[in-house]
């Protein structure tokens, strides 16, 4: 019996370390408009695409739509130095596509931003855009350089459809 309680403790204590470890960012992405508002939450690389279905929100061209979103370190006892939080909205191919949109192409807005993060500390942005050509978009706030093996991310499929 004390083996096996042993035994559970050791195991604990390795895997413990492991999730915690593996979370270092909690984000919130709001999109909305008048008639509604879609909520996506963090998400994490690899894979690019990450492992959880993407929120679809749709809109009508040329209607205003709210962006917000707050970036948040929960690392209680460590700073993150020189990250990058790079939010953007850019058309893709199709809802729930797994390669991320080549920026070099249609992008509605483009963010980028190098910064500290002491534990607990937030950042986040308000932004409102219109979208004037139907298609899909995808909307996505994230981290990069986070001398982590993984990256942190928020995102959700904007349909704008015509008006």
């Known amino acids: 019996m004390i083996r096996l ?5 050791t195991l ?39 492992k959880n279905p993407r929120p679809i929100f749709k809109a009508k061209a040329g209607e205003s739509i709210k962006i917000q979103w707050i970036l948040t370190n929960v690392y209680p006892h460590k700073t993150l130095e020189n990250v990058v939080v790079h939010f953007y909205v850019a058309r893709q191919d199709k809802v729930g596509q797994k390669d991320l949109p080549d920026l070099s192409g249609e992008v509605v807005i483009e963010t980028a931003a190098e910064m500290d993060f002491k534990p607990g500390a937030k950042t986040g942005a308000r932004t409102t855009v219109k979208v004037d050509k139907p298609g899909v978009y995808l ?3 994230e981290t990069r350089q986070t001398q982590s093996d993984h990256e942190h991310f928020a995102a959700i499929d904007l349909v704008v459809e015509a008006d």
């Open 139 to 141: 909307v996505r706030i």
């Open 5 to 9: 309680l042993s035994l559970i403790v």
């Open 12 to 50: 604990v204590g390795l895997v413990l370390p492991l999730n915690l470890r593996a979370e270092h960012a909690k984000i919130n992405l709001d999109v909305s408009t008048s008639k509604g508002q879609e909520t996506a939450f963090v998400d994490q690389t690899p894979p690019a695409s990450g």
